[in-house]
């Protein structure tokens, strides 16, 4: 039998283990990445909730330099995500809501960027879950018989 040898790096663990005819770790970062990003996603709904738009976007933007690492630089998602950053910033600073509640009048731009940004969330949620690290995973290539 042929058995490839495993060419260790740390002689304390097998963690380190490389392949010599394929140099692709045999463990991954996909735990951390899906941890990483459910942090993300709490730090945006919370920075929603309290109007602050400027961390919501700058939490967005770190989701999406997670996923948009799996993702070909120009193609079809990543003209979307630029657009939407385009949208966003054409509207201003983004700056938090005014006034609490319905009691004080709400400014249109604040209405157009929070409506933006839920958009961008939006997108970003739909990528993570098209790229089955989210909630929702259809893999297209395989049927779908129970």
Known sequence: MYYKRMAYKNSFNNYNAVDE???LSKFNSAGLINSTLERLWLDCYNAMAKGEYSLWNTKLDAIWAILGGDEKEGNAVDEEMNKINLKVYETGTLKSKIGVGF???SN??????????????LFLRRL???QGKGTAYINEDEDDFD
């Open 21 to 23: 005819d394929n140099p």
């Open 103 to 105: 009691q004080q009048k």
């Open 108 to 121: 249109p731009q604040n209405g157009m960027q929070y409506h933006l940004l839920l958009g961008k969330s």
């Open 128 to 130: 993570q879950n098209k």
